[in-house]
């Protein structure tokens, strides 16, 4: 069964664009397990513009208290900075269930793209290992699309195992545009070709960026073996008319297999 991670990085925005504590991350992220959801994943970036590391730790409590995976993502290369100790520091704190390690720089709105797997690789496979020595599970965002398997980017899963990795994150922003174009069957052949590709090297598939409740179903029925979704973005916006606990049981019924009441 496909597990569900909702990401509540725009939690964290909402309450930055004022100040204070409201609305709470904390209490919202609580508020998604209550409802059924499988894990919380966060995104902090060294800018701090949402989830910051206060947030890191209290999440990192919050789940070890519902026995639920915390997902934490980030780019391990960005260095240490005032607010930001760095992705590995955090994670030596945490101690996530699993680090997604996401290639995106410090200006970019948000993640758009996965790991170059071509030239030297050395690096990359040391910062899965000093991952796996806290034990953490690693898994690497990777690109699926038809435009990337066209570049020889399929190959790149085979890489992401050599370099030590328990799972790939197939990036589905591509998925989700060609969707909202009435294209996804065109889009889709190219996500279940390289997650055959990651199972049969070994890896273990994930899946995030753009989910939303009209395209989650289609996809996983597509792309067999997903092991877990990240969702932030559509789900918080579809949580403000529909409310928060709703909005995550319908993704669960989902995830699940079940019509969402």
Request: net charge negative; proline share 6%.
């Amino acid at each position: 069964m496909t597990r569900l991670s909702v990401n509540v990085n725009k939690i964290a925005v909402l309450r930055n664009s004022r100040g204070g504590r409201e609305p709470d991350v904390v209490r919202a992220a609580r508020t998604c397990l209550d409802a059924g959801a499988h894990g919380i994943t966060v995104h902090p970036r060294p800018d701090a513009r949402h989830v910051t590391a206060a947030d890191v730790h209290a999440l990192a409590a919050l789940t070890r208290e519902y026995g639920v995976e915390f997902n934490l993502e980030g780019n391990p290369f960005a260095p240490p900075r005032p607010g930001y100790p760095g992705f590995l520091a955090l994670c030596e704190a945490a101690r996530p269930a699993q680090a997604t390690l996401v290639p995106d720089a410090d200006g970019q709105v948000t993640s758009d793209h996965g790991f170059d797997f071509r030239g030297d690789l050395a690096p990359l496979r040391a910062h899965v290992e000093r991952l796996k020595a806290l034990g953490c599970r690693v898994s690497l965002f990777v690109d699926a699309d038809a435009q990337a398997a066209a570049l020889g980017a399929d190959e790149g899963v085979e890489r992401a195992a050599g370099v030590g990795a328990d799972r790939v994150e197939l990036y589905t922003g591509p998925y989700a545009e060609a969707f909202e174009a009435g294209d996804a069957a065109r889009a889709l052949p190219a996500f279940a070709r390289v997650a055959a590709r990651a199972q049969a090297a070994g890896l273990g598939v994930n899946a995030g960026h753009d989910l939303s409740q009209r395209n989650l179903r289609p996809f996983l029925d597509a792309v067999p073996g997903v092991l877990e979704v990240s969702i932030g973005h559509a789900l918080i916006g579809e949580a403000l008319y529909d409310g928060l606990a709703v909005t995550v049981a319908r993704y669960v019924a989902l995830v699940e297999g079940r019509r969402p009441g």
